[in-house]
C-alpha cells in the first residue's frame, strides 16, 4: 500500500502544504457566522430553555455541519470555482488543498456534526443537520446549481434551515415560530443572490452556471427581484404580526422592508449603464444589513425576554 | 568507512514542514477542546446522577 499518492505528479510526493487557515477557509467561515447568528436566534426562541453548554454544544455542531457543507460544496464546484473572480482565491482552485483532502475533511466533519448534535440534543436536530447538508450539497450543488435558474430559489431552503435545526436542538419540535424564521431567510434568498447575479452575469455565464440574467434576461430577473422584495417585507412583519416581537421590531421590520422594496425598484427601473450595476450593489449589501438587524433585534428582544424571567 | 548517505523517504521543504507543525498544533487544539466540550456536556447530562450508584 502507497502512503503517498504520487499518482497526480509522477516522482514528486505529493505532500500538503496547506496550513490550517486553509481549512478554515474551505468552511466558508462567513456563512457559518451567518449560521451561528440566524441559528442562535432560533435557539432562544424554544420555548423550553436550553442549558447554557448544551446549547453552546448544538450551536457549535450546527456550524460545523453547515461548514462541512461548504468544503462538501468547494470540492464539487472547484472547476466553477477557479473561472469566477469571486472564487478563484479558494483553497482549491489554488492547489493549496486537494479535491481528495477537501472531500475528505468535508465528509468527516458533516458525521460528526450530526451525530455530535444527535448525541448532544436530539435525533429530530440530528436528522435536520443532515437533511440540511444534503440538500446543500446533493440537491442545491450536484444538481439544481447547474441545471436550472431556480437554483438559488430551492436552494434558498438549506441556509434558511439553521434557525429551525436549533430551534428543533432545544424544545425537540418545529413549530410556527421556527418556520417563520425559516420563510425570513427563504424569501431574502433570491433578492439577494439576483442582485448580485445581474453584476456578475458575464462570470456566471462564462462558468456556465444558469442563473436567472443568464437564462431569462435582466429584465425578467430584475421583475423578480421587485416581486421576492414585496413578499420578504411582508414575511419580515410577520414575528412582529404573530406575537413573537415587540412593536419595535414591528415598526423596524417595516421601515426596512420599506428601504429593501425602494431600492428593488431603483434595480427594476435603472436598466443600463453603470447606474444599474451600482442600484444592483446597493440592493445587494443593503439586503445583508436587512437580514442583520431583524435577526439582531429579534435576537435582542429574547435575551432581554430572558433576562427579565419570562 | 563513512559515506554520504541520502536520507531514506521523503525530505520536506520548510514550507511543508511549517505547515504540517501548523496542522498539527490546530489538530491538537480541536481535540483538546473537544475533549473538554464533551466532558462538560457529559457533566450537564448526568447532572448529580453520577454519584447517585448502588455501592
New interface residues.
Partial sequence: MAFIDESRAPGLAAISAASPGDYLALLKPRVMSLVIFTALTGLLFAPRHINPVIGFASLLAIAVGAGAAGALNMWYDADIDAVMRRTRRRPIPTGRVTPREALAFGLTLAIFAVLTLGLVANLLAAALLAFTIFFYVVIYTMWLKRSTPQNIVIGGAAGALPPVVAYAAASGNVSLVALILFAIIFVWTPPHFWALALVRSAEYERAGIPMMPNVKGAGRTRLEILIYSIVLALVGVLPFVCGLASPLYGALSVVLGAVFIGLALNVYRVRSGEGADTCAMRLFGFSILYLFLLFAELLGERLLALAAGS | MTTDRQPDG?V??P??SK??R??N??IGLAVGFLVL?FY??TI??VGPGVLNRPL
Wanted: charged residues 25%; glycine residues 0%; positive net charge.
Fill in positions: 521523503v520536506l521543504t514550507e511543508q505547515s504540517r501548523q496542522r498544533i490546530a466540550l462538560a456536556v450537564v447530562k
